[in-house]
């Protein structure tokens, strides 16, 4: 079943800006934290971004000044808005959330399934 889906995608010149969407499906009780992730061919996937249901931020240093996170209240929708975009930011970008897909549940780890972003000339 899916839980989370990325949108906005797409090639870019460097220099140009994107706006990544990770959309939680709405029978989601409770979301307490929704990051973003990426991964560049041949590389391990790293953190780029989270949010948490308090509204506290967190950025690695590549990408500070650069990309903003931000999302609704319940975290149901987040944004990643991506500025002024080198070829070195070319990856799959992932949504990471943890979920309380019930009310009766705990807190589990789910993914989405990826958005491709090109920067490129």
């Known amino acids: 079943q899916v839980h989370l889906v990325e949108s906005g995608g797409g090639l870019v010149q460097p220099g140009g800006s994107l706006r990544l969407t990770c959309t939680a499906s709405p029978a989601i009780f409770a979301i307490s934290r929704v990051s973003w992730y990426r991964q560049a061919p041949g590389k391990q996937r790293e953190l780029v971004a989270n949010i948490t249901n308090r509204d506290s931020t967190f950025y690695i240093n590549d990408v500070k000044g650069r990309f903003t996170i931000s999302g609704d209240t319940t975290k149901h929708t987040v944004w990643l808005d991506m500025n002024s975009l080198k070829p070195e930011d070319t990856a799959v970008y992932y949504c990471?959330?943890?979920?309380?897909?019930?009310?009766?549940?705990?807190?589990?780890?789910?993914w989405g399934q990826g958005a491709q972003v090109t920067v490129s000339s």
């Open positions: 990471n959330g943890d979920l309380r897909l019930r009310e009766t549940d705990p807190s589990a780890n789910y």
